[in-house]
């Protein structure tokens, strides 16, 4: 099963800072995706990357997939308290067939205001 | 689209008892995971359903557990002889054919907390 791996693990800033969170494989994503978790509540799909290089724009979420889709990362501008939460990157494993989709660890953000 | 729905969403049983979820994906939504988050990690992959066929299984997933989709539509996940380390959030997604596997995106349900004394 292919391994993500996001960092930082934690992130504390304050309001109107920038910030920027990675997700990592050493195996190519078939696609990845961001979702944000809000505490007592499921993930909540952000973005879904599939080209490499690529480049998505959320109002001031920008996300980027790796040109060798093995890596992507997600830059926040002017964060804000309503930013805080768990951001975890999705993909496909790589063993063909229906495998099951692959959470990473997770990014915890808090924003203060 | 009433969306994802898991019940009970919070279960506290003492260690030993049997504990069932169950989850009501997207009616539309053929493909349907559960998952299991502890405190401050992200959701580690438990079980998927196509229809009713149980398609893949986690490692994670030991004899006490087992899930069922008997009619393509609801499923239930059930712990026996539970064990303090089961506690957890239990996720449930769903997500639809129309939708690549590869992209499509997951609708998650609120989470039934299981803690067991």
């Known amino acids: 099963t292919q391994l993500l791996e996001q960092s930082p693990q934690f992130l504390s800033i304050q309001e109107g800072e920038n910030l920027t969170v990675y997700c990592n494989s050493s195996?190519?994503?078939?696609?990845l995706q961001w979702y944000r978790q809000e505490p007592g509540e499921g993930p909540v799909l952000l973005v879904t990357?599939?080209?490499?290089?690529e480049v998505k724009k959320l109002k001031r979420l920008t996300f980027q997939f790796g040109d060798a889709r093995k890596d992507s990362s997600l830059h926040i501008t002017a964060a804000q308290p309503g930013d805080t939460g768990l951001y975890l990157c999705l993909s496909k494993g790589v063993n063909s067939g229906n495998t099951p989709l692959v959470f990473g660890k997770g990014t915890r953000l808090s924003v203060i205001a | 689209d009433t969306g994802v729905s898991q019940n009970p969403r919070h279960k506290i049983t003492k260690r030993g008892q049997n504990v069932t979820f169950r989850c009501d994906p997207i009616?539309?939504?053929?493909?349907l995971y559960w998952y299991r988050q502890t405190l401050g990690q992200g959701p580690e992959f438990l079980t998927y359903?196509?229809?009713?066929?149980?398609?893949?299984k986690s490692r994670l997933l030991s004899d006490r557990f087992s899930a069922e989709r008997p009619k393509g539509s609801f499923s239930t996940l059930e712990i026996q002889r539970t064990e303090q380390g089961d506690s957890a959030m239990y996720l449930c997604?769903?997500?639809?054919?129309?939708?690549?596997?590869?992209?499509?995106?997951?609708?998650f349900g609120e989470g039934s907390r299981l803690t067991v004394l």
């Open positions: 990357v599939v080209t490499g290089g």
């Open positions: 009616s539309e939504h053929n493909r």
């Open positions: 997604a769903s997500s639809s054919a129309r939708q690549g596997i590869m992209t499509g995106e997951l609708f």
């Open positions: 195996s190519v994503f078939s696609s």
């Open positions: 359903f196509q229809n009713e066929a149980q398609l893949e």
